[in-house]
């Protein structure tokens, strides 16, 4: 049976540094790209909302009927 190396503190450091470097170069990539989906999805709900809104001011617009005599 061979001896497996025991895993010292600065290996672990060392795989943590890496990692969270990876990390970093995503989130940097991934910023712009979620900027622009929240802003997309924000119009989208001030549109809906303004569509939504229209419609029901046209269901409750009363309509008045004007007649010369």
């Known amino acids: 049976m061979t001896a497996t190396p025991r895993i010292s503190r600065d290996d672990i450091e060392a795989k943590f540094r890496e990692i969270k470097g990876d990390v970093d170069e995503t989130t940097e ?7 622009a989906v ?15 809104g229209r419609r029901k001011e ?6 008045v009927e004007i007649k010369r005599v």
């Open 29 to 35: 990539r991934a910023k712009p790209i979620g900027l």
């Open 58 to 63: 046209r269901k409750r617009r009363t309509v």
């Open 38 to 52: 929240a802003v997309v999805a924000l119009v989208g709900a001030v549109g809906l909302a303004y569509l939504i």
